[in-house]
């Protein structure tokens, strides 16, 4: 086969049935449509109520804006593929997608930190809180998220420009994804996916460990509390973002960490639509 720095590639992730296709355009459709309208209502309702201008909805806010990007930077073309049976997409398009995935999956990421990290300190720290949590460090922690995810996604699509990848083949995915395009590679990758596994575990593992100890402290706090009644609402406050880190990270893991063999199972494929296009509907 040739080889070319920059390629064609055809999305043969989702099914060629017609009528399987009409059935997955329908539901995905209708998925990514309530995944628009639930985050812009949610963030017309915190714009427009004052008693919301607190640092939890602001980094929800945050996060809903993130969603709305996230999804349309795989929805759309995912839908057009379906409705036109047009599966073709180029090189330059494959890494600006691949671009803004990682952009806006790294901001998921960090803003769930965030949030764990708000949580964190008004349950452990009541008193201080006001103080900790002022809206210029508020403002400072989302600004410096925001740099950290376009540094990490920028090196990482500029990292896939020096490959040379195999024309004309087909990607087994339904938008571009940086696993696929390593296998379809035909110079060598080893020190591209060393130099990315540093960066996905310094930007993957590291917000996550903060996630976890957060709610330790959070546990331990909450143990201390001598009412029920008290226990019960401080982890009302932390029920729903604990809820959206596990579904987050157990479909991310579900995706990546992988055998090799299983790497185009349909599992996969339903895993990274429930983190696409579930979980921000579900915000």
């Given at each position: ?6 390629p ?7 099914s ?19 995944s ?5 209502l ?14 939890m ?11 709305l ?10 839908l ?5 049976s ?6 330059s398009e ?29 349950i452990?720290h ?10 210029c460090r ?47 590679s035909?110079?060598d ?8 596994m ?8 590291s ?18 509390v001598?009412?029920a ?5 401080a982890?009302a406050?932390?029920?729903s973002h ?5 579904l ?10 992988k055998s090799?063999s ?5 599992g996969?494929l ?7 296009l ?6």
């Amino acid at each position: 086969m040739n080889c070319s720095k920059n390629p064609d590639f055809v999305l043969s992730g989702l099914s060629s049935d017609p009528d399987k296709m009409q059935l997955l355009f329908s539901l995905l459709l209708a998925l990514y449509l309530l995944s628009l309208s639930r985050n812009v209502l949610l963030l017309l309702a915190i714009g427009a109520d004052l008693h919301l201008h607190t640092p939890m909805y602001f980094f929800l806010s945050q996060l809903s804006l993130v969603d709305l990007c996230f999804t349309t930077t795989t929805a759309p073309r995912m839908l057009e593929a379906l409705w036109t049976s047009s599966r073709s997409i180029s090189f330059s398009e494959c890494l600006a997608q691949l671009n803004f995935f990682a952009l806006f999956a790294n901001m998921d990421n960090l803003l769930l930190t965030a949030m764990a990290i708000d949580h964190y300190a008004a349950i452990c720290h009541p008193l201080h809180y006001p103080l900790l949590m002022i809206p210029c460090r508020c403002g400072l922690l989302v600004g410096g998220s925001w740099e950290v995810a376009h540094s990490d996604s920028l090196i990482q699509t500029l990292m896939l420009t020096r490959l040379s990848l195999y024309t004309n083949l087909k990607i087994p995915h339904f938008f571009c994804n940086f696993g696929p395009l390593f296998r379809l590679s035909c110079s060598d990758t080893h020190l591209t996916k060393d130099l990315m596994m540093v960066l996905t575990g310094l930007l993957g593992i590291s917000p996550l460990l903060c996630i976890i100890s957060s709610y330790v402290h959070i546990f331990l706090a909450v143990a201390r509390v001598p009412s029920a009644q008290g226990k019960k609402k401080a982890l009302a406050t932390c029920t729903s973002h604990l809820s959206m880190v596990i579904l987050f990270y157990s479909s991310v893991f579900a995706t990546y960490l992988k055998s090799p063999s299983a790497s185009h199972a349909s599992g996969e494929l339903g895993a990274v639509v429930l983190y696409t296009l579930v979980i921000p509907t579900l915000n």
